[in-house]
Nanobody, 122 residues
Framework: QVQLVESGGGLVQAGDSLRLSCAASGRTFSSMGWFRQAPGKEREFVADIGWKVYSTKYGDSVKGRFIISRNQFTRMVWLQMNSLKPEDTAVYYC?????????????????WGQGTQVTVSS
């Protein structure tokens, strides 16, 4: 059974940093990603990292501020979030894809964690 468990969310001030963690179990994935969803908004792609090949992809709104990383042996994925802004406030979800993703749309990811809240105050 596949499980993705996020941790690390919280309340921070604008300009602060925060690191989210995702512990994966159950199987090997093609890639893993982070998405976020703010109240009243659609789920937004944040970042993706390949599992066999260390390749990364970022959403435009976080490029240059967020860094995704992973450890194959511990099956952990992290999202280092720097220079946080109030507009980064959302529930952040860890997701895993069974096959290669192409558009980084949420429907390409099969497995999802329960989400962790990140709140950035101004």
């Amino acid at each position: 059974q596949v499980q993705l468990v996020e941790s690390g969310g919280g309340l921070v001030q604008a300009g602060d940093s925060l690191r989210l963690s995702c512990a994966a179990s159950g199987r090997t994935f093609s890639s893993m990603g982070w998405f976020r969803q703010a109240p009243g908004k659609e789920r937004e792609f944040v970042a993706d990292i390949g599992w066999k090949v260390y390749s990364t992809k970022y959403g435009d709104s976080v490029k240059g501020r967020f860094i995704i990383s992973r450890n194959q042996f511990t099956r952990m994925v992290w999202l280092q979030m720097n220079s946080l802004k109030p507009e980064d406030t959302a529930v952040y979800y860890c997701a895993a894809a069974s096959s290669q993703v192409s558009s980084y749309a949420s429907y390409e990811y099969t497995y999802w964690g329960q989400g962790t809240q990140v709140t950035v105050s101004s």
